[in-house]
Antibody, heavy 122, light 113 residues
Framework: EVQLLESGGGLVQPGGSLRLSCVVS????????LTWVRQAPGKGLEWVSG????????YYADFVKGRFTISRDSSTNTLYLQMNSLRPDDTALYYC???????????????WGPGTLVTVSS | DIVMTQSPDSLAVSLGERATINCKSS????????????LAWFQQKPGQPPKLLIY???TRESGVPDRFSGSGSGADFTLTISSVQAEDAAVYYC?????????FGQGTNLEIK
């Protein structure tokens, strides 16, 4: 059974850092792309970052470029999102999601975790 | 970045009636090499993560009822629910996965009358 479970969210002050984790099971981390998507309270979905695991290619939305870093540890089946220089408008529920399979289907998001809440406030 | 614009922002449909949601991309998301439209539709209910309904603009995900269908090509797409059921009340999002960042539409809130 495919599962993704995020953790690492919490309350952080503006300018602070957090590292989100997403532990996956039921599939091979190296077999597909992985993505972070966020949703501010009461708002829509925002694509944050993607990682093509096989090639190591990474992609970012402009609003996180230079502040967030996506990475993975295949030995522990874990996807990470290192978030630095956090701002109040980064407050959101952060989801990780997996792609269906190899290219060109790698960024079709078929399974999602329940999300972890990040609150940036003083 | 590719901008995805959905219409309407919200709609109310009577049980058993048809619901239509439109999605327009700011540039084509049809890939010449494989003639596929890099567009997905998601359904999100309160307190739940999004659920994949449709990909490649018109391919229904396994387990999705056949009252859900997707159509369109290039830059204009439509999600149709042929006969709306009570459990279809949700927010629906389109997303392009053609070029990163893989942007979402702003969402359409479907209410059942």
């Amino acid at each position: 059974e495919v599962q993704l479970l995020e953790s690492g969210g919490g309350l952080v002050q503006p300018g602070g850092s957090l590292r989100l984790s997403c532990v996956v099971s039921g599939f091979t981390l190296n077999s597909c792309a992985l993505t972070w998507v966020r949703q501010a309270p009461g708002k829509g979905l925002e694509w944050v970052s993607g990682l093509t695991v096989r090639s190591g290619a990474t992609y970012y939305a402009d609003f996180v470029k230079g502040r967030f870093t996506i990475s993975r540890d295949s030995s522990t089946n874990t996807l990470y999102l290192q978030m630095n220089s956090l701002r109040p408008d980064d407050t959101a529920l952060y989801y990780c999601a997996k792609g269906v399979g190899p290219p060109p289907s790698d960024y079709i998001l078929d399974f999602w975790g329940p999300g972890t809440l990040v609150t940036v406030s003083s | 970045d590719i901008v995805m614009t959905q219409s309407p922002d919200s709609l109310a449909v009577s049980l058993g009636e048809r619901a239509t949601i439109n999605c327009k991309s700011s540039q084509t998301i049809l890939h010449n090499s494989n003639n596929k439209n890099f567009l997905a539709w998601f359904q999100q209910k309160p307190g739940q993560p999004p659920k994949l309904l449709i990909y490649w603009a018109s391919t229904r995900e396994s387990g999705v009822p056949d009252r859900f269908s997707g159509s369109g090509s290039g830059a204009d797409f439509t999600l149709t629910i042929s006969s709306v059921q009570a459990e279809d009340a949700a927010v629906y999002y389109c997303q392009q996965y053609y070029i990163p960042p893989h942007t979402f539409g702003q969402g359409t809130n479907l209410e059942i009358k």
